[in-house]
C-alpha cells in the first residue's frame, strides 16, 4: 500500500468547555476521495480547519506527507499543497470569476512583491501562465462563459464551483471541501459529483464534508462519521450504511436517514 | 495606460508645474503657495491612509506619523545639524519602523477595534511629544532653518530655498513633485499583482489567506508605506512653517485625512487628492458664513456620503471603473 498522504492523529481541539474534536484519527491515502459526515455541529468544520491549520489544535496533530503541519500558518499550509474551500460561499465578491482564479494562483507566482510592482519579467510570466491556467481551469468547471462575470451575480450553483476553481488554482495537493453541494438540486448535484471526480483524476486527494447523503454514497472511497465530536465509524460506503452507531447517531433526522437508505 | 489616461496626466502635470505657477506670477496672489503647499502634503498623508483602506483597514492614526515625522526632521535638523535633504527620507523611514512595531499587535483587528486604536494612537502621538525631553514639550521645536543646496558633482540641483526669493516656490514644487511620484507609486501598485491581492485581503482576509497569501506580511508592507507618506508630509511640513509642536498633527487632522479618502472615493487612486482639495477650500469658502461655516460643512459632508457613497469622483460618466 502507498503511505497516507495525510494522518489526523488523536486530534482534539476545545473551545472553552466545548469539546468540538475529541481525539479523532484517521489515514488518508493519495488519490482518494474521502467524506466526513455526521449530523450538524457534530465538528466536521471544525475537524477541517484544524487540518487547513485555521484553528489551532488542542492536542493531537496532523502529517501531510510525514511531515507535521498541524499549528503552522494557515498560507504556509497551503503552499506546501492541503487547501480548503469554505463552508460559507466565500468568495471575492466584487472581482470577477477569472480575476478571482487569477489571483488564486498566488502560490504558483515566481516573483516577488518587488517583482509585481516593477513589473519584472517574472512577474510578466507570471501574468501570462496564471491567464491560460485560469482559463484551463474555468473551462473544466463550466465557469467559461460566466468569466467575466461579478462574482457576487453568480447563482449559488456557479458560486460552489468557484470556490473550487479558487482552490484548484492552488495546484493543491489535498483539496478539503466543506459542503460543495450545499443549496444544490438533484441535477446540479451530480454534475457536481462528476466535477469533482474529475478534480480527483487530475490527481488531487479529495476530502469532503457534506449532509447530501446521496452524493456521498455515490462519490466516496471512504466515509468518516462524526458525532457529538467523536469518530463513531470509518469505512466505505457499503460498511457505512450498515453500521448501527451511524443509524443510531442518525435517528429522529429522517432526511439524512432517507438519504441513507437511497442508494 | 491608455492614451486617454496618458492624455489627462499630462494636462494634470502641466497645470500644476506650470500654469497654477504662471497664474499666481500674474495675478500677484503668492499666498496660494502656502495653501496648494499644505493641501499637497496633506493628499500625500491622505493617500497613505487610502492604501490601508484598500486593505480593508480604517485609519484614523496617520496624524500620529505626520507628526512622527515632523519631529524626527526637527530634531536631526536643529539638534544634529543633518541637511533636510537627508532628515525627509529618515523621516519617512522612522515613521515606517515604528508604524512596523505598532502594525504586528494592531493590524490583526478589523473593522470599528482596528479604527478605534490608530484613532487613540493620534492621542498617543499628541501627549508623547508633549512629555518626552527630546521634543521640548508644548513649546516644540521653532527656527527650524530652511532647506540648504543641493548639488550633485558640483552641478546645483536643488538651490538654498534661504536665497529665494519667495522660498515658498520652493517647497510647492517640493510638495508637488512628491505627491505626483506617491500617486504614481499608489496608482501602481494598485495596478500590479499586489493591487489584486490588497483587493482579495479587502473582500475577504480568510479566503486570500487559503490561497497561499502571507497577509499579515501584506498588512504589515502596505502600513509601512502609509506611514512613511505621513512621515514625509509632516517632515516637510514642519520645514515649511518652521516649526513643529505636539499641536501641528491632532485626532482632527487624522480624521481628515480619512474624510479626504472617503470624500474622493476608495475605489479610485485619485479620490484622496481630489477630496483634500473640496475638503480644504469647501473648510474655506465657507469661512464667510461665519459661526454656521461647522454646521453647513457638516451637513455637506453628511449629504455628500449619503448621495455619493463612492465618493466624489463616482460622478463620473458611468463606463469607466476604477482608475
Ligand atoms: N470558533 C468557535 N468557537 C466556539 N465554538 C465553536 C467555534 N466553531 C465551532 N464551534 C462549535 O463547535 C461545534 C462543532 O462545529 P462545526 O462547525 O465543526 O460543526 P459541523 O459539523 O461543521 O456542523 P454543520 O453541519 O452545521 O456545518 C459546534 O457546537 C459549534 O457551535
Ligand atoms: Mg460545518
Redesign the pocket.
Known amino acids: 500500500m502507498t503511505p497516507p498522504i495525510l494522518q489526523v492523529r488523536n486530534l482534539t ?1 476545545k ?2 468547555g ?1 469539546t ?2 475529541n481525539d479523532i484519527s484517521f489515514d488518508v491515502a493519495p488519490g482518494e476521495i474521502l467524506s ?1 459526515i ?12 484544524l487540518i487547513s491549520s485555521f ?1 489551532r489544535t488542542t492536542s493531537g496533530e496532523v502529517l501531510f506527507a510525514g511531515e507535521r503541519v498541524s499549528n503552522l500558518a494557515p498560507h504556509i499550509v497551503a503552499r506546501k499543497g492541503i487547501v480548503r474551500t469554505f ?1 460559507e460561499t466565500t468568495i471575492f465578491k466584487n472581482m470577477t470569476v477569472r480575476e478571482s482564479v487569477i489571483v488564486a494562483h498566488h502560490i504558483r507566482s515566481k516573483a516577488n512583491l518587488l517583482g509585481y510592482f516593477f513589473r519584472s519579467a517574472n512577474a510578466h510570466q507570471d501574468e501570462q501562465t496564471f491567464g491560460r491556467s485560469a482559463d484551463d481551469i474555468l473551462d473544466f468547471l463550466g465557469l467559461a462563459p460566466l468569466a467575466n462575470e461579478i462574482a457576487c451575480n453568480l447563482p449559488q450553483g456557479h458560486l460552489r464551483a468557484l470556490g473550487i476553481a479558487i482552490g484548484l488554482a492552488c495546484d493543491p495537493k489535498v483539496l478539503l471541501l ?2 460543495p453541494f450545499a443549496g444544490m438540486n438533484h441535477d446540479e448535484t451530480m454534475q457536481m459529483v462528476e466535477l469533482v471526480r474529475g478534480v480527483r483524476d487530475r490527481g488531487v486527494t479529495v476530502l469532503l ?1 457534506e ?1 447530501d447523503m446521496a452524493a456521498v454514497m455515490r462519490i466516496s472511497d471512504r466515509i468518516v462519521v ?1 458525532n457529538f ?1 467523536e469518530k463513531i465509524a470509518e469505512g466505505t460506503p457499503a460498511e457505512i450504511q450498515d453500521n448501527e452507531q451511524v443509524i443510531e447517531a442518525y435517528l429522529g433526522r429522517e432526511e439524512d436517514l432517507v438519504g441513507l437508505y437511497t442508494c | 495606460m491608455n492614451t486617454k489616461q496618458i492624455f489627462s496626466s499630462l494636462l494634470f502635470l502641466l497645470s500644476i508645474l506650470v500654469l497654477i505657477p504662471w497664474f499666481i506670477a500674474t495675478s500677484g496672489r503668492w499666498d496660494l503657495y502656502y495653501t496648494l503647499t499644505s493641501v499637497a502634503l496633506l493628499a500625500i498623508a491622505s493617500a497613505g491612509v487610502w492604501l490601508t483602506f484598500y486593505i480593508g483597514r480604517i485609519n484614523i492614526g496617520q496624524g500620529a506619523f505626520a507628526l512622527l515625522g515632523g519631529y524626527i526632521t526637527a530634531i536631526l535638523i536643529t539638534k544634529a545639524h543633518f541637511s533636510f535633504w537627508i532628515a525627509l527620507p529618515l523621516s519617512g523611514i522612522g515613521a515606517a519602523l515604528i508604524s512596523v512595531l505598532i502594525g504586528l499587535p494592531i493590524l490583526r483587528l478589523r473593522g470599528v477595534y482596528f479604527a478605534m486604536i490608530t484613532l487613540v494612537l493620534t492621542e498617543v502621538g499628541r501627549l508623547s511629544a508633549l512629555a518626552l525631553p527630546i521634543t521640548n514639550g508644548a513649546k516644540g521645536i521653532s527656527n527650524i532653518p530652511l532647506p540648504g543646496k543641493v548639488s550633485l558633482f558640483g552641478i546645483p540641483i536643488i538651490p538654498d530655498f534661504a536665497t529665494l526669493e519667495n522660498p515658498r516656490i520652493g517647497f510647492y514644487f517640493l510638495a508637488v513633485c512628491l505627491m505626483i511620484l506617491c500617486f504614481a507609486v499608489v496608482f501602481r501598485l494598485v495596478h500590479s499583482r499586489l493591487g489584486h491581492l490588497c483587493r482579495s485581503m479587502q473582500q475577504n482576509e480568510e479566503l486570500t489567506a487559503s490561497i497561499g497569501v502571507n497577509i499579515a506580511y501584506i498588512r504589515i508592507i502596505i502600513y509601512a508605506l502609509c506611514s512613511f507618506m505621513g512621515g514625509i508630509g509632516g517632515s516637510i511640513f514642519a520645514v515649511m512653517s518652521q516649526s513643529i509642536y505636539p499641536s501641528s498633527f491632532q485626532v482632527a487632522d487624522s480624521i481628515n485625512f480619512m474624510l479626504n479618502c472617503f470624500l474622493g472615493g476608495l475605489g479610485y487612486v485619485f479620490g484622496p487628492m481630489l477630496g483634500t482639495v473640496v475638503l480644504y477650500f469647501g473648510w474655506d469658502l465657507l469661512f464667510q458664513t461665519g459661526k454656521y461655516q461647522m454646521l453647513i460643512y457638516s451637513s455637506l459632508l453628511i449629504l455628500c456620503m449619503l448621495i455619493l457613497p463612492n465618493g466624489l469622483l463616482s460622478l463620473r460618466l458611468p463606463g469607466r471603473k476604477n482608475s
Do not use: M, R, Y
Not at chain 1, 38 to 49: I, Q, Y
Open positions: 481541539k473551545f472553552g466545548l468540538a474534536n466526513v455526521g449530523p450538524n455541529g457534530a465538528g466536521k468544520s471544525t475537524l477541517f480547519k484553528l463552508q466543506d459542503e464534508v449532509h462524526l465530536g
